[in-house]
């Protein structure tokens, strides 16, 4: 399926209730605060961090490619008395009225593109949008196969309405030579007699070190640092994740 089509319906609808952890706002308020203002986080989703970061009074902006995720976001911003901008876009076709200090995602969301065509086009698009002497921030990871004993495993929640609500691993398969890992997942609702039940593909492309830097560098971006989540350099084996920092060429 198409990457900007996975969080759409009930995978939007159980997002928020079925995740884990909220991003923490602190490294990307850091990194804004270096970087400068304005300041546009690239795959918002639902709100976290964009929400809390407009809470502090910061200009931040926000894109993601699922209408779905971006009314959650909307309705949170509405609940909270937040005033957000966000665009309904995808991050390799990006075409704003602005640019900005501090380009950022929170999290590797940059390895939901699914080759590196569109990793280079979203680059190219970055760049474009980035203001004169601004930063950018791409964490990046190396997903581990799902262990075969996790295949299966159910992960349940309530929803506000009394719905249970049930996510599990199905599937997964890996390439190598791809960098790819399409992993097949089961979003549940049930509510009485009511049931609703959908599995998605969700492919993740990943990149070496090496492989990254060459794309920026196409798309006219320099890789500038690569450090772990605490900024501290990272080593070059490193597959953990990474944040890599860009400016301009």
């Known amino acids: 399926m198409d990457p900007a089509d996975f969080y759409t319906g009930i995978v939007a609808d159980l997002y928020g209730p079925l995740k884990s952890f909220s991003q923490d ?9 270096h970087a400068g203002l304005p300041a546009l986080e690239l795959g918002c989703g639902d709100g976290d961090p964009l929400l809390e970061l407009r809470r502090r009074g910061l200009d931040v902006e926000g894109v993601d490619s699922s209408a779905d995720m971006l009314e959650r ?36 969301t940059f390895t939901l593109l699914p080759d590196d065509d569109a990793a280079l086009a979203a680059l190219r698009g970055i760049r474009a949008h980035l203001a004169e002497g601004g930063t950018v921030l791409v964490p990046l990871f190396t997903p581990a196969p799902t262990p075969v004993e996790q295949l299966g495993l159910v ?17 997964e398969e890996r390439d190598e030579l791809a960098r790819t890992q399409t992993t097949l997942l089961r979003y549940e ?61």
């Open 25 to 33: 706002p602190e490294p990307y308020a850091a990194f804004i605060q």
């Open 73 to 108: 976001l909307r309705r949170r911003a509405d609940e909270q008395g937040i005033r957000a901008t966000v665009f309904h876009q995808r991050m390799e076709a990006l075409d704003l009225p602005r640019s900005y200090r501090a380009i950022f995602l929170a999290g590797p």
């Open 155 to 171: 992960r349940t929640a309530v929803a506000p309405d009394g719905a249970e609500l049930r996510f599990s691993v199905v599937a």
């Open 189 to 249: 609702r049930h509510h009485g007699s009511d049931s609703s039940v959908v599995e998605r593909p969700w492919i993740l492309h990943w990149y070496t070190r090496d492989q990254f830097e060459k794309l920026a560098t196409t798309a006219g971006l320099t890789v500038t640092a690569v450090t772990d989540p605490d900024g501290r350099p990272a080593p070059a084996s490193a597959t953990d994740l990474l944040h890599f920092r860009l400016q301009a060429t």
